[in-house]
């Protein structure tokens, strides 16, 4: 893995995190969005602009890639970098749960 897509995605924005999360099964923008509202119990929500310009960047720096189009939706599906990535930033945040329990 480059040192640009460390430095950029490790931490990682709450909205990488589930996009990538969400990928993990091929999936289109909306169908993310919707996944992502009854993760968090609507909680997080993202709006269209964030989604797509996530969406396009992460293609870009090949995280995730373009698999079919179905009934005019893009569906993508994370890339093995994209994997590696997803995997990265959950040890940190275990690390850091971890490190909360034992400093409590």
């Not at 009934?71 to 040890?91: F, P």
């Amino acid at each position: 893995m480059n040192q640009h897509i460390k430095k950029v995605y490790v931490p990682m924005t709450e909205t990488a995190f589930y996009i990538l999360l969400c990928l993990k099964q091929p999936n289109h923008g909306y169908g993310i969005v919707q996944a992502v509202e009854r993760m968090t119990g609507g909680e997080i929500r993202l709006a269209p602009g964030t989604m797509y310009g996530s969406l396009a960047k992460m293609e870009k720096d090949d995280l995730i890639r373009f698999i079919r189009e179905e009934d005019k939706r893009k569906i993508y599906q994370i890339t093995d970098l994209g994997t590696e990535v997803l995997q990265m930033e959950l040890k940190r945040i275990e690390r850091l749960y971890r490190n909360a329990q034992e400093g409590l």
